[in-house]
Nanobody
């Protein structure tokens, strides 16, 4: 089992920045990829960004060039630096981890990001 604990959400004005962090514990040796998803009110959960333990990252087109995902394997922590935030970035952000085969998925409890003036 893997436990994920997020922090760093909050209220920010449009154009501002926030950094989310997610600390993993438990069977962290089995983790292959970590990342972030988000879910806005009335919408489905969507991928934001992922990063492998080897450092290979992937971004949704809506956040590319504004968000940066990074991972510290020694600390079992992943961060999401969010710049130039827009109101449409408002959502609950969920940390995500998937293990090597059999590819078990784990989720954090979510942290709310609100972009509003």
């Amino acid at each position: 089992q893997v436990q994920l604990v997020e922090s760093g959400g909050g209220l920010v004005q449009p154009g501002g920045s926030l950094r989310l962090s997610c600390a993993a514990s438990g069977s962290v040796f089995s983790i292959n990829v970590m990342g972030w998803f988000r879910q806005a009110p009335g919408k489905e959960r969507e991928l934001v960004a992922t990063v492998s333990k080897g450092g290979l990252s992937h971004y949704a087109s809506s956040v590319k060039d504004r968000f940066t995902i990074s991972i510290d394997n020694a600390k079992n922590t992943v961060w999401l630096q969010m710049n130039s935030l827009k109101p449409e970035d408002t959502a609950v952000y969920y940390c995500y981890a998937v293990t090597r085969p059999p590819g078990l998925e784990f989720w954090g409890q979510g942290t709310l990001v609100t972009v509003s003036s």
